[in-house]
């Protein structure tokens, strides 16, 4: 009976021990959604999205295995030439009106070295969804005059966007394109720590 008493104690202790989860919002006010794609070759038009909601779930205080999700409203896109906004926002690109949002969920997170990680996760655009890679920076964590703890981040990649439907192609006399093929991602994120619950 102590036995079996022993036994149940152990797992009933297994049962209620459970891993502290962390969880942390996007501070907008210090993030951005950031891209860059050439312009006839020549140059380069950086653009971003204003509106976006993201989380991210650590165990303890490590963000190696975090959970990352976050959405971004494709009408909220902005390269400073409301023109070429328009014609983003349409069908030769997003259309945004038929698919309002792009998400990102986070697959995994890996640590390589010190203050470098990689996550991986499926991002999906106008209804397409594929795996991407982003090279991801921790530019440490610090608590601001507030009280609040914040984590920084730099986070990089790239994406066809072929591949994702935004179709849109007119060549020039050189051979290249108006709008490149590769859209490079350039994203800060700047994470705010919330209240820790058990799970």
Request: aromatic content about 10%; glycine content about 8%; charged content about 25%.
């Amino acid at each position: 009976m102590k036995k079996i008493n022993i036994i149940l104690y152990f797992l009933l202790f297994a049962v209620l021990t459970v891993s502290a989860q962390t969880n942390w919002s996007f501070d907008k006010a210090h993030s951005k959604i950031g891209f860059t794609v050439s312009h006839m070759v020549i140059t380069d038009v950086d653009g971003k999205f204003n509106e976006y909601e993201g989380t991210v779930v650590t165990e303890g205080e490590d963000f190696e295995g975090a959970q990352v999700n976050f959405t971004i409203e494709a009408n909220s896109i902005n390269t400073d030439n409301e023109r070429r906004d328009n014609h983003l926002r349409s069908d030769d690109f997003f259309a945004a009106d038929e698919y309002p949002q792009i998400t990102f969920t986070g697959k995994s997170m890996k640590k390589i070295s010190e203050n470098k990680y990689e996550l991986v996760g499926d991002l999906t655009i106008r209804g397409t969804t594929k795996e991407i890679k982003l090279d991801v920076t921790h530019n440490g964590t610090v608590q601001d005059p507030w009280g609040n703890t914040k984590a920084g981040f730099k986070l990089a990649g790239s994406l066809d966007r072929f591949e994702y439907g935004l179709k849109w192609n007119t060549a020039i006399e050189t051979g290249g394109l108006v709008v490149g093929k590769t859209v490079y991602l350039n994203i800060d994120i700047q994470l705010k720590k919330e209240v820790t619950t058990e799970s």
